[in-house]
């Protein structure tokens, strides 16, 4: 099945576009290729890329399944044809439940939601306001409530924010309220929670039987070791590694910080062996220039394609992609980093004697992965009580299996249950008192 798609000019040829989309025809799409120049102007690469991803596959849709009046929605049509448009995409092609409000329609996700719901939303609203305002489309934005008043102090950002818990924007306390057409209500961000110990010994082992490149490797021990962004790891340059004082550390910008090196991270001296291997042999084959680590100059990014160009989210993820399906894996680069913090979190509790080592180590954490609302951790702290919980419910019901066994033989023989199985026994290790302490807190737990 054919799909809309976009390319960069190729090198070498002049033209007034350095990106032109594509529908499935291989027909130029010149209000998606206007948007694209329009908000390139306004907003970095990356966002508009993820606003064009989102965008191709409705276009699509759009051309061969949509239907108003039994007839197919244009792009340009009036309001009602492509908000009825949009409603039958959310609902058929994205798995969501939409019921109508007043002069609203409201979206419920389901657990078999696209995850991308509200990443269309905001480059649909944004994609017919920019149509407006280049005067390629007469109608008001289908994406916008028409009943939506301002309040005093109220002013909606153009740019669609990441909700406050994911901890990559300031809080905004006068957003509150939404002009949009289409509101998601069941909106509750929710990070994904790795907490397999063994994930990226998995994801070294695929690369491996894999054969796959030094540069590869590298970048993956990154995305586990710092829990920095893809987009974060490849935008190192050689003077990143020469700003730390600590061999082990270097500078890295962060989310929204404008390619400012605002933050570092930090990796394990093996990796760091691989990473200077790596700059000294394999990435010499593709430079330009045959110079050493050492010698590189700062701005050298630290990660080359085979062409000798700066290294790319597409074309890393085409390769990890391959290395994932082939070694039978599901995973998504940005999952290491959610593993991450999961694994960090568990070892602040696993090595910390008091709450307040606890609190600091916390501390250090939310500074180190300059999160702007502390409360993203909360998220992680409820995922590691829950797991604790289970890790303890298996034990005991592990310590009441061996009871039961025991009780049954002890009633064949008639003998005394009183030296039986303790249930919970080998729970938490401590003193007796301690055990009784713990038993009583949970059974007032079970009170409130």
Not at 166 to 177: I, N, S, V
Not at 236 to 263: C, P, Q, V, W
Not at 399 to 419: A, G, I
Request: proline share 4%.
């Amino acid at each position: 099945m054919g799909s809309y798609f976009h390319q960069y000019c190729p090198e070498g040829t002049v033209s007034k576009y350095r990106l032109i989309v594509f529908d499935d025809e291989k027909q130029a799409v010149l209000p998606l290729t206007d948007y694209y120049h329009y908000q390139i102007t306004r907003i970095g690469e990356k966002s508009v890329i993820a606003y064009l991803n989102a965008l191709e596959p409705f276009f699509y849709w759009l051309k061969h399944r949509s239907r108003y009046q039994n007839r197919l929605v244009l792009w340009n049509d009036e309001v009602a044809a492509i908000q009825v448009a949009i409603r039958d995409y959310l609902i058929s092609k994205m798995r969501c439940k939409v019921r109508g409000r007043d002069g609203y329609e409201g979206i419920y996700l389901t657990s078999k939601s696209s995850r991308t719901v509200k990443l269309f939303l905001a480059a649909a609203k944004g994609f017919y306001k920019t149509m407006i305002l280049l005067k390629q489309y007469s109608h008001s934005n289908p994406l916008v409530d028409i009943h939506f008043e301002d309040r005093e102090g109220i002013n909606p950002s153009d740019r669609p924010r990441m909700p406050q818990e994911a901890g990559t924007e300031e809080p905004l306390t006068h957003r509150k309220q939404t002009d949009s057409y289409f509101k998601v209500i069941n909106d509750e961000w929710v990070p994904e929670i790795i907490g397999d110990w063994d994930l990226p010994y998995q994801v070294y082992n695929a690369g491996e039987d894999s054969n796959w490149c030094q540069r590869d490797e590298v970048i993956s021990r990154f995305l586990f070791e710092t829990g920095a962004r893809i987009s974060e790891i490849l935008d190192l340059t050689i003077g990143d590694y020469r700003k730390r004082s600590d061999i082990h550390e270097l500078a890295a910008m962060n989310k929204g910080s404008f390619k400012r090196r605002i933050k570092f991270v930090r990796i394990s001296p093996e990796t760091l062996k691989l990473l200077i291997k790596y700059v000294n042999k394999e990435r010499r084959l593709y430079s330009s220039t045959q110079t050493k680590f050492n010698e590189l100059p700062d701005d050298e990014p630290l990660f080359l394609s085979s062409r000798g160009t700066a290294y790319t989210y597409t074309a890393f993820y085409w390769n990890w992609s391959r290395i994932m399906k082939k070694a039978g894996i599901k995973l998504n680069p940005h999952k290491a980093r959610h593993w991450f913090v999961t694994s960090m979190l568990r070892g602040i509790y696993e090595t910390s004697d008091t709450a307040g080592q606890i609190e600091d180590k916390k501390k250090q954490l939310i500074e180190y992965m300059k999160w702007r609302d502390p409360e993203t951790l909360a998220i992680y702290e409820h995922y590691y009580d829950e797991q604790k919980f289970r890790e303890l419910h298996e034990k005991l019901q592990e310590n009441y299996l061996k009871r039961e066994k025991e009780y049954k033989n002890k009633s064949k023989n008639k003998q005394p249950l009183n030296e039986g199985v303790n249930v919970f026994a080998d729970l938490k290790p401590g003193s007796e008192d301690h055990t009784g302490s713990w038993l009583s807190e949970f059974y007032e737990g079970m009170d409130s």
